[in-house]
């Protein structure tokens, strides 16, 4: 057997890459104030930016395309995506959302009172957001390890029952309308929870009433993990585990832009039938008819497709396995990296990478992802004190443990042959770590200011002499 088996797919349409050389590179990155989000797509050679819709559709995506019922109510392709997402998650009902986020807004909407408490295992940004604007706070209840770089564990996205126990003891059960369980941990590196751990919180969580809402955006991920690691489950298919995994929840929030492998689209599901009607009359106002909630039903229909794709344990297998090869591979050198290896990304840990920077004061994250981009055309993004913000009472920075950049593999995109490109790159740049300067502000952004902040090298060149 070969410890990586090559690709699940050959491919039948071609996309240019860019290629821009070094003064063309040191010029984009420049014009993009050091911020790899300002870069425009034709000038990255390999884009790592995120997983996010970044996915390549099938040639039977591509024709379910063809087959899309652009019907204002009742297309057909939203039947097609509510059968399959029922007999594959289990779930009773579905509604269609434009993305996971519309989701989240109308779980969070019709759920939280002011003054509620949702628990989760760490936070993800969109479904933070929703829980705290209809009132709520979040409670991260996960293991202590995952916020822990070194700490290795197979299942470190775990719930920590005792801390889901004692805010349950602490704000009395009737404050907390669910318990929001990403399978995978996205923040924590994509980092999965075993059937076992979620068997536990579904207990806990329904002898005291509350409901288990699941996060299912990368539960494709999830399932390889629970198969290759957790005992009893090797024998199982990936559909089979992700059927269990849901049968003890009672709904869930889906972004189909990641585990879906489409471009666009999310759902919603429940088992709760007055959950449902009421989610229905909301749907109608933010995104669309419950029969479209914000899609075309050509996206619908290749979403459909995707998920069944997904199950396929050739494919998820060779996705998880580009994430550990670029991981082995650095690892190899010597280049500081979150451990395990999760289900979507490596992430370099820029702290102990450039070591010689401060992370108050430099922006080691950001000078990193910026310094990758200009030597190797290979875009990244910074997860550090950037991402992380200011406190919107105090207005100090939030220091993040985690000092990162992210190489986030989209699926089905990228070869073994262009994860070496990726893995040289980072490796030349470990070698000259030392030569490569910190960043100051030039326009920081009030909100989100990661995505449009602006920069300029602390020393004359972003790294010296090159
Ligand atoms: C991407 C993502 C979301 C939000 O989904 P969108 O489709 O981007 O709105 C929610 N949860 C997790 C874990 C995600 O990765």
Same mark, same amino acid.
């Given at each position: ?161 005792a801390k889901f126990q004692a805010l349950i003891d602490e704000v009395g059960a009737e404050h907390i309308p669910y318990i929001c369980l990403a399978v995978t941990v ?52 990936i559909k089979e585990i992700i059927h269990e995994m849901f049968s003890y929840g009672d709904g869930c929030t889906m972004s189909g832009k990641k585990d879906c492998l ?41 979403? %459909? ?26 690892? %190899? ?36 992802? %910026? ?25 100090e920075d939030h220091v993040p443990k985690l000092e990162t950049i992210r190489l986030t593999i989209p699926r089905r995109v990228y070869t073994y042959a262009h994860l ?47």
């Amino acid at each position: 057997m070969m410890k990586f088996a090559p690709e699940p797919f050959k491919i039948k349409m071609v996309e240019k890459m860019g290629t821009l050389n070094k003064e063309e590179r040191k010029a984009a990155i420049k014009a993009a104030g050091y911020n790899t989000f300002l870069l425009k797509s034709e000038e990255c050679f390999i884009d790592l930016l995120t997983d996010s819709g970044t996915n390549a559709m099938s040639d039977h995506q591509w024709a379910g395309l063809m087959l899309g019922d652009e019907a204002y109510g009742g297309s057909r392709n939203f039947y097609h995506l509510e059968e399959t997402v029922r007999e594959l998650f289990g779930f009773k009902y579905v509604v269609p959302t434009h993305q996971g986020r519309g989701a989240e807004n109308i779980l969070s909407s019709l759920t939280i009172k002011p003054g509620d408490y949702v628990p989760g295992n760490m936070y993800f940004t969109t479904t933070r957001f929703h829980q705290e604007r209809n009132g709520a706070t979040f409670r991260d209840v996960i293991i202590d390890e995952a916020h822990d770089p070194t700490a290795i564990l197979d299942f470190k996205g775990n719930v920590d029952l005792a801390k889901f126990q004692a805010l349950i003891d602490e704000v009395g059960a009737e404050h907390i309308p669910y318990i929001c369980l990403a399978v995978t941990v996205n923040l924590a590196g994509g980092q999965p929870v075993s059937i076992a751990n979620i068997k536990a919180v579904s207990e806990l969580a329904h002898k005291h009433g509350i409901k288990v809402m699941f996060d299912a955006t990368r539960c494709v991920e999830n399932a390889y993990f629970i198969k290759t690691r957790e005992p009893g489950y090797q024998d199982k298919t990936i559909k089979e585990i992700i059927h269990e995994m849901f049968s003890y929840g009672d709904g869930c929030t889906m972004s189909g832009k990641k585990d879906c492998l489409t471009n666009i689209g999310g759902f919603l599901c429940m088992n709760d039938e007055d959950l449902y009607t009421r989610a229905c009359g909301m749907v109608v106002q933010f995104e669309g008819m419950p029969s479209y909630g914000g899609m075309a039903g050509r996206d619908m229909e290749a979403m %459909a497709i995707g998920l069944r794709e997904a199950m396929d344990y050739e494919y998820i297998s060779h996705r998880v396995n580009q994430i550990r090869y670029l991981g082995e591979k650095l690892d %190899a050198a010597g280049v500081p990296m979150v451990k395990p290896y999760g289900g979507h990304a490596i992430f370099v840990d820029a702290r102990a990478f450039l070591d010689h920077l401060d992370q108050a004061t430099d922006f080691p994250a950001q000078a990193l992802s %910026a310094a990758l981009y200009e030597i190797s055309g290979v875009r990244t993004m910074e997860r550090g004190i950037i991402s992380a913000g200011r406190d919107n009472v105090t207005g100090e920075d939030h220091v993040p443990k985690l000092e990162t950049i992210r190489l986030t593999i989209p699926r089905r995109v990228y070869t073994y042959a262009h994860l070496d490109y990726v893995a040289d790159a980072v490796i030349e740049l470990y070698k000259k770590r030392h030569d490569i300067s910190g960043l100051r502000w030039v326009y920081e952004p009030k909100a989100l200011r990661f995505f449009t902040g602006r920069f300029e090298p602390r020393n004359e060149e972003l790294i010296k002499g090159y």
